[in-house]
């Protein structure tokens, strides 16, 4: 019973940890034209070594596919993104950034390396490496559940 009143204190903490990442990451590039969840959806495709359709994007990220598309939609109005052809699927388009969007998204990181470096005091690269670890198990398995039920 102790891991699961551990592990239901580590997902409350997580939740409070989101709200805290999310309203930090609002105010980091509110001037950008971005918020914390355009910022995630360019992360997305920045980072991925193949161009990512809005299911691709929602899956990696853990959103939904209608709020990512819904962003990429917002995005692609204010110029960040563009819809490019997917040769692997008609409709399924790619979101592609664009110049702007990668200039955008280069200002974004370039603001949030000093400021993880001061989220990071008084922390170890042990002590964030194993929390990752942690987390990173538990996002596997709930991802194995809901692989399992046959969608």
């Known amino acids: 019973m102790k891991q699961a009143a551990a ?3 580590l997902i409350l903490e997580t939740f409070r940890l989101n709200g805290r990442l999310l309203a930090a ?4 590039v509110s001037n950008l ?3 914390s969840a355009r910022w995630q959806v360019l992360g997305a495709i920045a980072t991925a070594p193949l161009p990512l359709s809005v299911a691709q994007i929602a899956r990696s990220m853990g959103l939904t596919r209608q709020a990512v598309q819904r962003l990429a939609n917002d995005m692609e109005r204010d110029g960040l993104v563009r819809f490019a052809a997917n ?8 979101v592609v ?3 702007r ?4 998204y280069a200002a974004a990181m370039k603001r949030q390396s000093p400021w993880a470096q001061t989220l990071t005091q ?3 690269a042990q002590q964030i490496t194993a929390a990752t670890v942690v987390l990173k198990q538990l996002r596997q398995r709930l991802e194995r559940d809901d692989s399992g039920q046959g969608d």
């Open 7 to 9: 592990v239901t204190a």
């Open 25 to 28: 990451g609002d105010a980091l």
């Open 33 to 35: 034209d971005l918020t």
């Open 87 to 94: 040769p692997n699927h008609q409709r399924a388009k790619h």
């Open 97 to 99: 950034m664009t110049p």
């Open 101 to 104: 969007g990668t200039a955008v």
């Open 122 to 124: 008084g922390l170890s």
